[in-house]
């Protein structure tokens, strides 16, 4: 059974930093590209952020790029997002996702999905 397992999520002041992890089971961690994922309600789901098996390379939504990091630790099959900078409108359940393609295109591409951590950015 293949199991993602965010957490970190807190409620941190404006400009304050936080670091997501996600932990996996259940699968080839070191075969699979991760991402983590942005949800608000009444809004779309949002990428933020990838980082591929083949080549740990990483690309990150315009939204986030420069303030956030994702990086993988394939020993402890797990992957992090360090969150520097946040601000009210980073707002939101983040969770992490697994896919199977090196370069996955949308979130449709993505075969597995944590619950989500909820990150509350407020003074």
């Not at 991402?35 to 591929?52: M, Y």
């Not at 083949?54 to 997002?81: H, P, Q």
Request: contains cysteine; glycine residues 8%; aromatic residues 10%.
């Amino acid at each position: 059974q293949v199991q993602l397992v965010e957490s970190g999520g807190e409620l941190v002041q404006p400009g304050g930093s936080l670091r997501l992890s996600c932990a996996t089971s259940g699968l080839r961690f070191n075969l699979y590209t991760m991402a983590w994922f942005r949800q608000v309600p009444g809004k779309d789901r949002e990428f933020l952020a990838v980082i591929s098996y083949r080549d740990r390379r990483e690309n990150y939504a315009d939204s986030v790029r420069g303030r956030f990091t994702i990086s993988r630790d394939n020993a402890k099959n797990t992957v992090y997002l360090q969150m520097n900078s946040l601000r009210p409108e980073d707002t939101g359940i983040y969770s992490c996702a697994a896919s199977g393609r090196s370069r996955p295109s949308n979130s449709y591409d993505y075969e597995h999905w944590g619950q989500g951590t909820q990150v509350t950015v407020s003074s």
